[in-house]
């Protein structure tokens, strides 16, 4: 794979994951980074490649992938070396159902033009958003420990001792939740593989503020 540029925003979450999932492939690629706090997303250039006006985007030789989940599901299709996602269906499945109740059950609901909405349009303070945005952690968190605390599946990371697609999920939104002061002390599996995670070069260089646009 060649000409690969990442279109992001070193706080986004969802760009967050594919930056660990192109350092976790070794794949080459350079960043093309946007202020959303200055709408630079809406700008004429970026919307003609992504009519959504969302990071990440991906571009590979001209062509434009968006949404984290594809994008990440695409790198692991068209690059071999380092699979994220397992080939056995059953493990697939069940490393998929751990990635998609963070990208599908939590962020939706967290992501920041919800959290924008809620106090811009309802007229709702900080702590009324912060108290939302908590709510959602621990409502998924408490499901996500339970799962990965009883499975034997589990190891060092989400699903075995390799880190893989879940990992790449989950990081991030931990990442979240603690700027978010979530209190995480009643998820000790998952904070044992995000420490496991952050030992990694892979995942300490996609870090928000080790990026090249972070404030």
């Given amino acids: 794979m060649s000409n690969i540029i990442l279109h992001g925003f070193w706080r986004s979450s969802a760009s967050y994951r594919v930056r660990i999932a192109l350092n976790l492939k070794g794949i080459e690629h350079v960043q093309q980074n946007y202020a959303l706090g200055k709408g630079e997303h809406k700008s004429e ?99 996500l420990e339970k799962k990965l605390a009883s499975e034997p599946e589990t190891g060092k990371f989400c699903h075995g001792d390799t880190p893989g697609f879940a990992d790449t999920f989950l990081i991030p939104q931990i990442y979240n939740a603690q700027r978010f002061e979530c209190d995480l002390s009643a998820y000790p599996t998952i904070m044992r593989i995000n420490e496991e995670c952050l030992k990694l070069d892979a995942f300490k260089d996609a870090v928000p503020e080790n990026q090249p646009d972070a404030l």
């Avoid at 059953?90 to 159902?97: D, G, P, T, W, Y």
């Avoid at 939590?106 to 920041?112: D, E, F, G, M, R």
């Fill in 45 to 143: 250039d970026f919307l003609a490649k992504n009519p959504q006006g969302l990071v990440p985007a991906l571009e590979v030789d001209g062509d434009v992938i968006t949404q984290s989940l594809t994008i990440i599901e695409y790198l692991d299709y068209m690059e071999e070396n380092n699979r994220l996602l397992p080939l056995d269906p059953k493990e697939r499945a069940r490393v998929q159902s751990i990635a998609y109740a963070i990208a599908c059950e939590i962020h939706p609901l967290n992501n920041l033009r919800i959290l924008k909405y809620l106090k811009a349009e309802l007229g709702q303070d900080q702590e009324a958003v912060n108290t939302w945005y908590r709510h959602w952690v621990g409502e998924e968190f408490t499901a």
